[in-house]
């Protein structure tokens, strides 16, 4: 087995989720790949960046997660931001349904990664920050970030 190959633990984050979202809850999902998309994934050949999830009827699938091609996977040429079925309990379902249905609640994922050698999804049920939520975000930040400096500067001066 190649070095380079992930087997657990996280694969790709979506670091600006976090920014751009209200987290409510999360919740984690199976995700079903084809053959060549698990040798690219466990590579770290995947973006997840303006990924979402949807509901089609009773399922729910994945959108604009962008998994490159394997290189040595032959003429299996498929599209990179194919929409991807995630496996849910049908309660999980259900639940996320009816709160994606109020207002301003979408499916973000979070983080993919492997766990006993499957392929998972974290699934953000999260809502929309207006442009003063993050501006507001950011000063928090920043004066928690001077407070530790001022706290680590006085103890320096204790000594």
Do not use: W
């Not at 920014?19 to 998309?37: C, F, I, N, Q, R």
């Not at 050949?45 to 959108?63: D, N, P, Q, T």
């Not at 040595?72 to 049908?90: F, M, Q, T, V, Y």
């Not at 999260?126 to 993050?134: E, L, P, Q």
């Amino acid at each position: 087995m190649d070095a380079t190959l992930k087997t657990e633990g996280t694969v790709a984050t979506n670091r600006k989720a976090r920014h751009d979202y209200t987290v409510e809850s999360t919740v984690e999902a199976g995700l079903v790949l084809l053959g060549t998309e698990v040798k690219s994934l466990r590579l770290g050949r995947v973006s997840i960046k303006e990924s979402y999830a949807r509901f089609e009827g009773r399922e729910v699938f994945l959108y604009n997660l962008h998994i490159s091609p394997y290189e040595e996977g032959g003429e299996e040429s498929r599209d990179p931001c194919r929409p991807r079925k995630l496996l849910l309990h049908r309660h999980e379902i259900k639940r996320l349904m009816g709160r994606t249905q109020e207002r301003g609640y979408t499916l973000i994922p979070l983080r993919i990664y492997f766990k006993n050698g499957f392929a998972k999804v974290e699934l953000a049920l999260a809502k929309g920050k207006r442009k003063y939520d993050k501006r507001e975000a950011i000063k928090k930040r920043e004066v928690e970030r001077e407070r530790e400096a001022a706290l680590k500067h006085a103890s320096k001066e204790k000594r």
